[in-house]
């Protein structure tokens, strides 16, 4: 295949794992991204996942995790979050590609021809599509591109995947391609020894693929020494001086400044060639700083979930919590509470042991009246709080019940027969209908009044913020609940969604329809997550908690 000219100018980083799944490639190409765009260079990220699944929008959270989406409406891996928050790129649709969606593409181009009566094949075809996706994210002016691969190399699923990256380094000059293997080196606590065998492993069937890795990151919890990086290059076929000690780090944001100062940027800039200015890590180093020694306290913040055993189904949510607190130069302390414990008798009175309440998103019934008693909980005793798509949506019906006596307020999506929905389908929805991609996603305006806490945290009467629901307020309530107290802070452009509910009477009492957490980074926290510990802290201080 000849090489696009065009093409040569980008760089193409390719981030693989091995040993174990879990091990932080997201976060290790995310981080690889920072430092590359602290020097100057214009960075975007691609993740190829394994999975069959079209996308991860009807996969279980706890299986999964979070969905995290963009704000073209792809829902995608949740390391999409993080590659949007530790640099600038905006991803897309096109930043996210399952093995379900290339199996699709060539079986619709085989249904229509395309392929001129040949055999469809894994090699060249599902590999060629797999190329054309790493190739079209290297469009638009980016100096390197940088691909996670999913899984873990000796996975079954993987390897079409790791066959196309294979081949990538011959469609494009050599020098314009980089493999970096994230490893562990685990340390077995008995013989007290860090033990490289499954490093070797990992790299051995990697090139048993065909493919050499350039730089090994090894995740270890003890740093290694110079022998041991020199054995470990010794038996991986590596320089050196490639062999990156990985560090566990307490905050992800240490991340960066971890691999700088392992020399990472340097060798990623030497063997691509590329020309940078001089990296500025002082942005990084100040988050940092606030992390390690907040300035203004701390704050107990209380999590009413209903997937709290498994804390990456709300990893954006953790993430916005703490760059609210960056925001404010405090730490926040993240209690999560099981919404079914609230739902099955228990008191709701242990929560006066947090400065804030947040419900978040989710789908389903379980969970649901615990998650309306912790709304109402923090509505009586003036607790900051802060619900999102499904806690604005919990926040609503208990106003109802309790405020404006509809005892029978409940959402269609829990309660089919009840005669006051007033959280209702969309529209254009359709209950009975295909699942995935099909709900109201991506970003949307919404118009602020401004004597509003909304107006008071964003500053501007228009925002834009991404959406991930099928129910709406059902506007048929919108006047009575509004005389009973209710405040309607935040409205689509035409009027007709409900985007923002306030109290009146609170001192913090706000709910959106949207997920804000999609679009808060360290660098930029979300003026509501900003807001909420702001006045979390305050209710602390005045309450003397």
């Not at 999964?64 to 949740?78: R, S």
């Not at 090139?207 to 290059?233: F, M, V």
Request: with cysteine; net charge neutral.
């Amino acid at each position: 295949m000849k090489s696009n000219p065009k093409a040569e100018k980008v760089k193409y980083i390719f981030v693989t794992g091995g040993v174990l799944s879990s091990l932080g490639k997201g976060i290790a190409a995310a981080s690889i991204g920072s430092l590359l765009e602290s020097s100057g260079l214009k960075v975007t990220l691609l993740k190829l996942d394994p999975y069959i699944n079209i996308d991860p929008g009807t996969m279980n959270p706890l299986q999964h995790g979070e969905v995290y989406v963009t704000d073209d409406g792809a829902e995608t891996d949740l390391d999409l979050g993080h590659y949007e928050r530790f640099t600038q790129a905006r991803m897309r649709r096109a930043n996210n590609v399952t093995a379900g969606r290339i199996y699709d593409n060539v079986i619709q181009k085989e249904r229509h021809g395309e392929y001129l009566g040949s055999t469809v094949q894994v090699i060249p075809h599902i590999t060629d599509e797999i190329k054309n996706y790493i190739r079209a994210v290297g469009k638009g002016g980016v100096d390197v591109v940088i691909c996670e691969i999913g899984g873990t190399v000796g996975d079954i699923e993987s390897l079409p995947f790791l066959e196309a990256i294979r081949q990538f380094r011959f469609d494009v000059k050599a020098k314009n391609v980089l493999y970096v293997h994230l490893t562990l080196v685990p340390y077995i606590k008995t013989s007290g020894e860090l033990k490289t065998k499954p490093t070797q492993h990992s790299v051995q069937k990697l090139r048993e693929i065909g493919i050499q890795p350039d730089i090994l990151l090894c995740r270890t919890e003890q740093s290694l020494s110079k022998s041991l990086k020199e054995k470990i290059a010794l038996f991986c076929n590596v320089a050196v001086d490639s062999v990156i000690t990985a560090m566990d780090v307490k905050s992800i944001y240490e991340v960066p400044l971890s691999l700088e100062k392992e020399g990472l940027p340097r060798i990623i800039i030497s063997k691509l060639g590329l020309s940078v200015g001089a990296l500025n890590l002082e942005p990084w180093k100040k988050i940092i700083q606030i992390l390690k020694k907040p300035r203004g306290g701390e704050v107990d913040i209380g999590v009413i979930g209903k997937y709290v055993d498994l804390k990456d189904s709300y990893k954006s949510l953790m993430e916005a919590l703490i760059h609210g607190g960056i925001g404010n130069e405090m730490a926040v302390n993240i209690h999560w509470v099981d919404a079914e414990t609230l739902e099955n008798g228990a008191d709701p009175s242990f929560l006066k042991s947090y400065n804030g309440i947040l419900v978040p998103g989710g789908f389903g019934e379980r969970g649901i009246e615990g998650k309306i008693r912790a709304v109402q909980y923090a509505r009586e005793n003036k607790v900051p709080f802060f619900g999102i798509c499904l806690g604005m949506h919990c926040a609503v019906i208990e106003f109802a019940r309790s405020v404006a006596h509809l005892k029978n307020a409940n959402s269609s999506e829990f309660s089919s027969s009840s005669s006051d929905p007033i959280i209702d389908l969309l529209p254009d929805q359709d209950a009975a209908g295909n699942k995935g991609g099909t709900m109201r996603l991506g970003e949307y305006p919404c118009q602020l009044r401004k004597k509003s806490n909304a107006y008071e945290a964003y500053r501007t009467r228009e925002i834009y913020e991404r959406h991930r629901h099928r129910y709406e307020f059902n506007n048929r309530y919108r006047i009575q609940l509004e005389e009973a107290g209710l405040k309607f802070s935040g409205l689509s452009p035409s009027g007709n969604l409900v985007e923002i509910v306030e109290l009146e009477d609170h001192p913090w009492f706000l709910a959106g329809q949207f997920h804000p957490e999609f679009k808060s980074s360290p660098m930029e926290p979300h003026p509501l997550f900003k807001a909420f510990i702001a006045h979390s802290y305050q209710y602390r201080d005045e309450n003397h908690k």
